[in-house]
């Protein structure tokens, strides 16, 4: 697959970057690295944009005709919308509205479409996602948010965290233990939940960015209608893999913005000095910076591999997992050799007016450790590909 050769390709791509330039919302934390949450005031920007971005059709258009799509599955446009987002350095549609609704066209109700899907296209429903818990992140399925049935009601009792946008949510897209008496991925429920629901409690946590981009939430004898169950009760991992499947390959996909900071890292050093000479002109810099290019050229690569091999139902489980694992690592070192480049400068905060880039670097730097975990951590990714794509012997688990 050459996306960069196809001229038709290459015509929409030229239509997309062209949207964006005339409708990117302006914000004051969107020029911060990672997936970030919004500063309250960027938010009607953002609802804005989200509801901009669907009525063009180049989010939400391969959704069912009824519900505002076209029905055309067509995943090398999707591709080439999520490239020109990143390289533009403006936000995907605002919250998980769009791991929410894959969940609901695949396995929701009609009357349960009907209320979620127009909202999630107009930005009028911010989603979270609540699946993470203190015991149970990269291993989610060993999660013990309890959900117990009373009536025409679920009762919700648990804890979860690293919840992004809970704070502003509207909506959230909920996993809970339904069942503790089978095997662990057997008893878990998929839920859509009111963020407003009596028994919620929101707490966001200060991170070392110095934002608060994630929360812990707690419920305690929250009530759900049972209606708002998504697919079958106790079915819920095969609800939630679909969302994890998409999750993964689109962190492989930012090999986008990847590329863009080593492009950054080498304008830089060529402003920076090394004793007399520019940074650019010491050997030992541009062996780096040509190994950081190739990799993020690969990553690039080898999500459009990944994203052929799925056409052809050829891929297998290790494909999301690596592209995931070599971008955030790779991300981890430019972002380590940029602040290295500056030398004691790297110390500067992002409100200092001396901060090359207005603190970007730095901000970069605190985030990429979290990559490394978010949409599974780096070394439970290492042993779904030892175990699921090369047939390695499994880790002793506690089921």
């Known amino acids: 697959m050459k996306l960069d050769h196809d001229a038709e390709i290459g015509r929409f791509r030229a239509e997309v970057r062209s949207f964006i330039e005339a409708h990117r919302p302006v914000g004051q934390a969107l020029h911060k690295a990672g997936v970030r949450a919004p500063d309250p005031d960027d938010i ?20 069912p005709v009824e519900w505002g799509g076209t029905g055309a599955q067509d995943p090398l446009r999707a591709t080439v919308v999520g490239e020109e987002i990143a390289r533009a350095r403006v936000p995907a549609p605002l919250g998980a509205g769009l791991l929410a609704a894959m969940s609901l066209i695949h396995f929701g109700r009609q009357e ?13 429903d911010i989603w979270c996602q609540l699946f993470s818990e203190p015991g149970a992140g990269s291993d989610l399925a060993s999660l013990q948010t309890r959900a117990r049935r009373d009536g025409d009601c679920f009762v919700i009792n648990g804890q979860k965290v690293w919840t992004t946008n809970g704070h502003h949510a509207e909506r959230g897209y909920l996993l809970a233990r339904t069942n503790p008496d ?3 991925h057997a008893g878990i429920t998929a839920f859509a939940i009111d963020m407003d629901s009596s028994g919620i409690d929101v707490r966001p946590l200060r991170e070392i960015t110095g934002t608060s981009d994630f929360n812990e939430v707690f419920f305690d004898d929250v009530r759900i209608p049972a209606e708002n169950v998504i697919g079958a009760v106790d079915r819920g991992w095969e609800v939630a893999t679909t969302s994890l499947v998409h999750e993964r390959s689109g962190v492989g996909t ?4 990847l590329l863009r900071a080593v492009t950054d890292a080498a304008r830089m050093a060529g402003i920076l000095h090394r004793g007399e000479r520019p940074a650019i002109e010491n050997d030992a810099i541009r062996q780096v910076l040509g190994r950081l290019y190739a990799a993020a050229r690969v990553n690039i690569l080898l999500g459009q591999y990944n994203l052929s091999r799925a056409l ?4 297998d489980a290790g494909d999301a ?7 955030s690592e790779t991300n981890l070192a430019v972002c380590e050799f940029g602040l290295g480049l500056q030398g004691t400068d790297s110390l500067l905060t992002e409100d200092d007016p001396k901060a090359i880039g ?34 390695l012997p499994k880790e002793p688990r506690v089921s």
């Open 44 to 63: 009607p920007a953002l609802r804005k944009w989200t509801a901009q971005v669907f009525d063009a059709g180049y989010f939400g258009g391969d959704w």
């Open 112 to 124: 349960q479409k009907q209320r979620y899907l127009p909202r999630i296209r107009t930005g009028e």
């Open 182 to 184: 089978v095997p662990k």
């Open 254 to 257: 930012a090999g986008v913005v």
């Open 312 to 315: 052809t139902g050829s891929a």
């Open 321 to 327: 997992p690596l592209a995931k694992i070599l971008y």
């Open 358 to 391: 207005n603190g970007w670097w730095q901000d970069a730097f605190l985030y990429a450790r979290a990559l490394t975990i978010a949409g599974g951590a780096n070394e439970v990714l290492r042993n779904i590909i030892a175990e699921r794509a090369l047939g």
